[in-house]
């Protein structure tokens, strides 16, 4: 008589068993991950808004002519924009020369805001560029800066016209409140000496 080879109740049991505890941890890692998505998303979303105003702010303070005002909260300065007037949408044709116009960025509460004007104007309607900052007191620093000691250091401006460099740094907070990240850059008013 041939011997039959399979499995008993109990081993089927204790792997049935098995199967379902590996499928429950399975299913908690996927739940885990799908909850988390949404967070996940919308701080990438930030951190690519923030790098992107960054930029935009780094390539203008670049074809800059004179900082006005400064602050750690505040810039405002004279750059060359392609914009058919100052404060419009319209861009200039390719063939066309940049016009000089005055951009303030500044940040309070947790938006940093771009206004477009005429030379020497500060008011008028702003732009939000970027919500969710957690240094809107903290956002810009200026060499040559206040601080005598260390002259190179970037800090708070020493004078708004003497202004050569200006640092960005923007803060985005983590959501869990472990930490955050930072963003930061700068750049040069590389036509202050074309204005002369």
Known sequence: MEREEGFTLIEMLVA????????????ILLIGAMRSQ???DSQATNIQTARW??????????????VDKATASSVSFQTYVRHSTCGSSTTLASS????????????SGEACTRLETAPGVYTGTAQTLFTGLS???EVFCFVPSNKEEEP??????????????????LEIPDSEGSGG????????????????
């Open 16 to 27: 049935m068993t098995m199967g379902v505890v590996v499928m429950g941890g399975v299913m």
């Open 38 to 40: 949404p967070k996940l």
């Open 53 to 66: 105003v960054l930029e935009r702010m780094t390539r203008e303070i670049r074809d800059g002519v004179v």
């Open 96 to 107: 066309a020369s940049a016009i000089k116009c005055e951009v303030t960025y500044s940040c």
């Open 135 to 137: 240094n809107p007191a």
């Open 152 to 169: 190179s250091r970037c800090g708070e401006a020493k004078a708004a016209a003497s202004t050569t460099y200006v640092g960005i740094k």
């Open 181 to 196: 990240l930072k963003a930061e850059d700068g750049a040069s008013l590389r036509n202050a000496i074309l204005s002369n």
